[in-house]
Nanobody, 121 residues
Framework: QLQASGGGLVQAGGSLRLSCQAS????????IGWFRQAPGKEREGVSY????????DYADSVKGRFTISSDNAKNTVYLQMSSLKPEDTAVYYC????????????????WGQGTQVTVSS
């Protein structure tokens, strides 16, 4: 089970930190991905982390602005989002898959419920 939280309304240039709390599986053996979906658009990948070794990856659109991290003792993955832009507005989902990170949403087996991020201009 995955529980995403931390979304909200923020002005452009601001910051938010999303959290993804996991339960029910061997956290260290999985990878977590953050994805987002804006109205009328397809779901897109944002950032990914392999929990066994901390290996990370980012979409080009967020590289240098977003940072993914994990606290394995708390079974939680964070997405620190800075220098937010209106185009970052979307529902953000976290997802889990066994093994290493992947950019492809179809590779993920478990999905959280999503948290809304709205960036005003």
């Amino acid at each position: 089970q995955l529980q995403a939280s931390g979304g909200g309304l923020v002005q452009a240039g601001g910051s938010l930190r999303l959290s993804c709390q996991a339960s029910g599986f061997a956290f260290d053996d999985y990878a977590i991905g953050w994805f987002r979906q804006a109205p009328g658009k397809e779901r897109e990948g944002v950032s990914y982390i392999s929990l066994s070794d901390g290996d990370t990856d980012y979409a080009d659109s967020v590289k240098g602005r977003f940072t993914i991290s994990s606290d394995n003792a708390k079974n939680t993955v964070y997405l620190q989002m800075s220098s937010l832009k209106p185009e970052d507005t979307a529902v953000y989902y976290c997802a889990a898959r066994g093994g290493g990170r992947s950019r492809f949403p179809n590779d993920y087996n478990y999905w959280g419920q999503g948290t809304q991020v709205t960036v005003s201009s």
